[in-house]
Nanobody, 125 residues
Framework: QVHLVDAGGGLVQVGGSLRLSCTASDDTFSSYTVAWFRQARGKEREFVAAIRWSGGGPYYADSVKERFSIAGDKASRVLYLQIDNLKAEDTAVYFC??????????????????WGQGTQVTVSS
């Protein structure tokens, strides 16, 4: 069982930046594919980005790949999501996740076993 803690969200103006973090409780974190998803109010949770600690990736949703950057510190068991040039449509709760998806299921929620509690990102115009 891996416990994930999301942090770093907040209220930011359009055009600003944030760095989200996800800290894992267990070293087995490094054996999983790790990802970020987000869920806006009234919408389904959607894939944002993923990375394989073994070296695969990063992988991004088309809607964010110019502004989002996923990276991790395996030794510290921390996953990051850097978000630049924030837009109003980035407002959502952001969740990190760990699992063992294959390429075809990389963006599929059910392929991930462990989830963080989420961190709220609100972008004001």
């Amino acid at each position: 069982q891996v416990h994930l803690v999301d942090a770093g969200g907040g209220l930011v103006q359009v055009g600003g930046s944030l760095r989200l973090s996800c800290t894992a409780s267990d070293d087995t974190f490094s054996s999983y594919t790790v990802a970020w998803f987000r869920q806006a109010r009234g919408k389904e949770r959607e894939f944002v980005a993923a990375i394989r600690w073994s070296g695969g990736g990063p992988y991004y949703a088309d809607s964010v790949k110019e502004r989002f950057s996923i990276a991790g510190d395996k030794a510290s068991r921390v996953l990051y999501l850097q978000i630049d040039n924030l837009k109003a449509e980035d407002t959502a709760v952001y969740f990190c996740a760990a699992g063992r998806p294959v390429m075809s299921t990389l963006a599929t929620m059910s392929a991930y076993y462990y989830w963080g509690q989420g961190t709220q990102v609100t972008v004001s115009s």
